[in-house]
């Protein structure tokens, strides 16, 4: 059977995935999205809902590898890495070492903060586009330390993003605690982010730019990519007796990206870094802006659905069962933080971020085929930097205009 012959097929629809094929839909091409389950039931529906705008630092750091050694024997540590599958990412952890080093940073740092400048216009902009910026809230969020060691810490921390341009001031208490009145009994002192946002819920941002992309054209399939050919005239995705041919392909679908890179010939050392949450409807107590626990590393978002509070980062195989004890430790934050016992219908979560060793995401051509674009690996930053990567693909394929790629994300730097 002859295969239908789209301008682009977009694999994945999670929230770059679907972003990605709407920015190219209401561009006039012809665009097929792929996915082998429900769209935005990945990555992208549990997050905590926040643009971070704020996050120009990747957590490749010397300071990230002081706190992982400060922490390591902490029974409710935040970052997490099996001993047997750390093992069997010795690469990968090798060149997350390698990505440490303060030279390397500081290029992760300026490449970050320059797309983060672009995250909220872009996301308002996209949202505006499939009418549904409603969704999005431009109120800024707080990180709160609960000692006085704890605030230093966090001062010191905001004084560096604010070298690198990021809008960060000292909060003073009242403000917190008209915001979250629940951290009058911890809170020592913050700091608060006035250009960051939050989205009332992240699947619907997915739906939302899904049916933008429908109504411009675009067609969805539940299909599970096992091949990707590729030549000089395009590509061609095979799985399940069936195949679908186009001109460009985009691999947006996460941590299994390295999978289909492969087939392409290049090498994307993507981990599956798991995040986990639990949400209350509806919320228990009120929050009206994202806010941090700053020592806990635990993030605390509003929700049209009430209130979810997420952490942890915690390499381990795709598809492994949730470590359930993780669940009882976020609710263990909960309590101490707001003096309100977790509520027993609580729905908890645990989703896979697509990360790369030096947490920066693949967004470029490949060096092996131009025909295939790359859009993944944004670890914590999915939905943060989903629209601003839209329009870098969109520049790329509909404009031709190779000044969007930036260096520091080329898909072909691991080698």
Not at 42 to 60: M, R, Y
Not at 73 to 81: A, D, G, M
Not at 272 to 288: I, K, Q, S
Request: positive net charge; aromatic residues 8%.
């Amino acid at each position: 059977m002859k295969a239908r012959m789209y301008d682009v097929v977009v694999i994945g629809a999670g929230v770059v995935g679907t972003a990605t094929a709407f920015a190219l839909a209401r561009r006039g091409l012809s665009v097929a999205i792929l996915d082998r389950g429900e769209p935005g039931r990945g990555a992208s529906f549990g997050n905590a809902g926040h643009i971070a705008s704020e996050e120009v630092e990747p957590l490749t750091s010397l300071g990230t590898l002081a706190y992982a050694a400060r922490t390591a024997f902490w029974p409710k540590r935040p970052l997490r890495v099996g001993l047997a599958h750390g093992l069997r990412s010795a690469g990968w952890i090798a060149r997350f070492l390698l990505a440490c080093r303060p030279s390397a940073f500081a290029r992760g740092t300026d490449a970050l903060g320059r797309l983060l400048e672009k995250a909220v216009p872009a996301m308002e902009d996209a949202l505006a586009a499939a009418n549904a910026r409603d969704l999005l809230f431009k109120r800024g969020n707080y990180f709160v330390a609960e000692t006085a060691a704890g605030l230093r810490a966090l001062e010191s921390d905001a004084s560096r993003l604010a070298a690198h341009g990021v809008a960060v001031v000292s909060a003073k208490l009242d403000d917190i605690r008209t915001a979250a009145p629940w951290t009058a009994h911890w809170a020592k002192g913050g700091v608060y982010f006035s250009q960051s946002a939050h989205v009332a819920d992240p699947y619907r941002v997915v739906q939302a730019f899904l049916a933008g992309a429908i109504r411009a054209g675009a067609v969805l399939e539940r299909f599970e990519v096992e091949h990707l050919d590729t030549s000089a005239d395009g590509v061609a995705l095979s799985g399940g007796g069936r195949r679908i041919a186009a001109a460009h392909a985009v691999i947006a679908c996460g941590a299994r990206s390295g999978r289909l890179a492969a087939d392409v010939g290049d090498f994307l050392p993507m981990q599956a870094e798991r995040g986990y949450h639990l949400t209350f409807d509806p919320a228990p107590v009120a929050l009206d802006r994202p806010l941090l626990a700053y020592e806990r590393r635990v993030f605390f978002g509003p929700m049209s659905c009430g209130l979810r509070i997420t952490g942890f980062s915690e390499l381990a195989p795709p598809d492994a069962p949730p470590t359930e004890k993780l669940f009882a430790v976020l609710a263990h934050h909960f309590t101490a933080l707001t003096r309100c016992p977790a509520p027993a219908n609580a729905s908890s979560w645990c989703g896979e971020r697509p990360s790369l060793p030096d947490f920066l995401p693949a967004i470029g051509r490949s060096p092996r085929n131009s025909r295939v674009i790359y859009a993944c690996g944004h670890q914590h930053l999915g939905l943060t930097l989903s629209a601003a990567t839209a329009d870098i693909v969109a520049r790329l394929i509909v404009e031709h205009d190779e000044r969007a790629a930036v260096p520091a994300f080329r898909p072909g730097r691991f080698g």
